[in-house]
């Protein structure tokens, strides 16, 4: 079971909370392994993962709901997801920490694409109110999120940030901001724990600018997700195996490359084995 309050006293804590962006079982549960106490459920990578596209849209709530609520079922951790009252409700109930709601207007895509357009801030601020009134546990967060900085400059994401914070928002995240100025500007002129994307940690990315947690707590960012690092890794490990295993289809023995796959043992160790056997085994007769 989510603990939500611990969720929350993480993201309200001085030290700033890093969140890996999980996509599957593997990136789920490798993540808990490494010690990280939280993660984010990237949007982007579940839509790539399930669906083969890009983030523009394509992948609809219910398909959204299920890989969530099965990701936090799996794990102890915590996670995020998107939209409002019925949304809000379901995302509560399937064991989430928190609720990602977007001011982008319909399809959305993510945050890094041209092309992006925001909703008035008024009927953005109406949506945050719709889930703060419909979540059911006090500590199920809503963070509100603005693409307003591509749109209309910083003085518009700390204007609507703020009246997102005031509608009752636990949590603002300012995406896609463009320098190290912009986010520390955002940092100090909004009233509550302020949450950027970092993208893929280990490679500039042509939009935010790569910062490390430490430096980003130092500007007074409470949480920063890592949304498409795994995803870009797990692609990257992908097409290393792909390329190493291509010339062996016509070798004539086979080729052991242990430095680019993870053994049996340790995949079934990580996925859980011995706590299904041990269940098993509760209902097997002797």
């Not at 700033?16 to 996509?23: A, D, E, H, K, N």
């Not at 603002?172 to 463009?178: G, H």
């Not at 949450?195 to 430096?215: C, D, H, S, W, Y």
Request: glycine share 6%; proline share 3%.
């Amino acid at each position: 079971m989510t603990d939500r309050r611990a969720f929350r006293t993480l993201v309200e804590a001085k030290q700033i909370l890093v969140l890996p962006g999980v996509f599957n079982g593997y990136s789920v549960r490798l993540v808990e392994r490494f010690g990280y106490k939280a993660a984010a459920i990237s949007g982007a990578g579940l839509s790539e993962s399930l669906l083969g596209f890009a983030d523009r849209g394509i992948l609809t709530f219910d398909q959204n709901l299920r890989a969530c609520e099965q990701l936090a079922a799996c794990t102890s951790m915590y996670g995020n997801a998107l939209n409002v009252h019925f949304v809000a409700r379901a995302f509560e109930r399937a064991g989430l920490a928190a609720i990602s709601i977007e001011d982008q207007v319909w399809p959305k895509r993510c945050g890094h694409l041209a092309g992006k357009a925001v909703i008035p801030a008024r009927e953005m601020a109406d949506k945050v109110k719709a889930a703060v009134d419909t979540r059911h546990d006090a500590d199920f967060m809503i963070r509100a999120r603005t693409d307003a900085a591509a749109t209309d400059g910083i003085n518009a994401v700390i204007d609507r940030l703020n009246l997102y914070a005031e509608a009752g928002a636990d949590i603002v995240f300012a995406d896609a901001l463009l320098s190290v100025d912009d986010i520390a500007t955002v940092a100090k002129n909004v009233r509550k724990p302020l949450a950027v994307n970092m993208g893929f940690g280990l490679i500039e990315r042509g939009t935010t600018p790569l910062m490390t947690p430490k430096q980003l707590e130092a500007l007074g960012v409470a949480t920063v997700s890592y949304a498409r690092m795994l995803t870009s890794a797990a692609l990257r490990g992908m097409i290393n195996a792909l390329e190493a295993f291509a010339p062996t289809i016509t070798a004539d023995r086979p080729v052991q490359r242990p430095d680019l796959l993870l053994p049996f043992s340790e995949l079934n160790e990580l996925m859980g084995l011995k706590e299904l056997e041990a269940l098993e085994a509760r209902w097997t007769s002797e």
